[in-house]
């Protein structure tokens, strides 16, 4: 069956640091495979998206995440923190196995903090 | 505007009563979703329909109940079943399986 790790509950960065967030899968079948953001008491907005073309996605707002399939991950990057950008973070998988239900299988979130 | 709208976005009910969540979207979407949101616990799915006059349990539909007569709309009903309804409410649409889930604002559910 599908699923979703993601390292850290909260990870935290200064202003124009680098904002690495880890994800790992875990998928019988090539995945699909998506990040989302989600700021206070809001819905969740997609970031990015893989769906099995380049293995290097770039996203909104200066997020890029790289598909390694050997690491079975799927970390999201930015290369410079910027205060706007705590909040948190889904990273999510497509479930195609053998039922195939299209639903997707989300991690347990990552709250980043940006600190000044 | 194409989008999925919730309403209310506070909601607050008394134990024992049922109450239903409103959920629409026009962006022509087969498939939609509802999900519950508890601090540090992410999303869990409660119910999905992939079709009209179609839907599916998902991984915590018990005390809860969902209808889809028409393809825009998907309310999703708590019942006095449900031990604890208090939770934010998210719903979700996509065209279909395995492509992505546009998200709707939300309805913050306080039950006394």
């Known amino acids: 069956a599908q699923s979703v790790t993601q390292l850290g509950s909260h990870v935290s960065v200064s202003e124009g640091a680098l904002v690495l967030l880890r994800c790992n899968y875990s998928?019988?079948?090539?995945?699909?495979l998506f990040w989302y953001v989600q700021y206070p008491n809001q819905g969740l907005q997609l970031l990015l998206k893989y769906t099995s073309a380049a293995t290097l996605v770039k996203g909104i707002n200066g997020f890029e995440a790289e598909f390694k399939k050997s690491e079975t991950s799927f970390h999201l990057t930015k290369p410079s923190a910027h205060m706007s950008d705590a909040a948190e973070y889904f990273c999510a998988v497509s479930d195609k196995g053998s039922s195939n239900t299209g639903k997707l299988i989300f991690g347990q979130g990552t709250t980043l903090q940006v600190k000044p | 505007d194409g989008g999925i709208t919730q309403s209310p976005k506070y909601l607050f009910r008394k134990e024992g009563q049922n109450v239903t969540l409103s959920c629409e979207q026009n962006?022509?979407?087969?498939?939609m979703y509802w999900y519950r949101q508890d601090p540090g616990q992410g999303l869990r799915l409660i119910y999905y329909s992939q079709i009209v006059n179609d839907f599916q349990k998902g991984d915590i539909a018990e005390g809860y109940s969902v209808s889809r007569e028409k393809k825009e709309s998907f309310p999703l009903t708590v019942t006095s079943a449900q031990k604890n309804p208090t939770a934010f409410y998210l719903c979700a649409s996509s065209f279909g399986t395995n492509y992505e889930q546009y998200f709707g604002p939300g309805t913050r559910l306080t039950v006394t």
């Open positions: 998928s019988s079948v090539p995945p699909y």
């Open positions: 962006l022509n979407h087969d498939a």
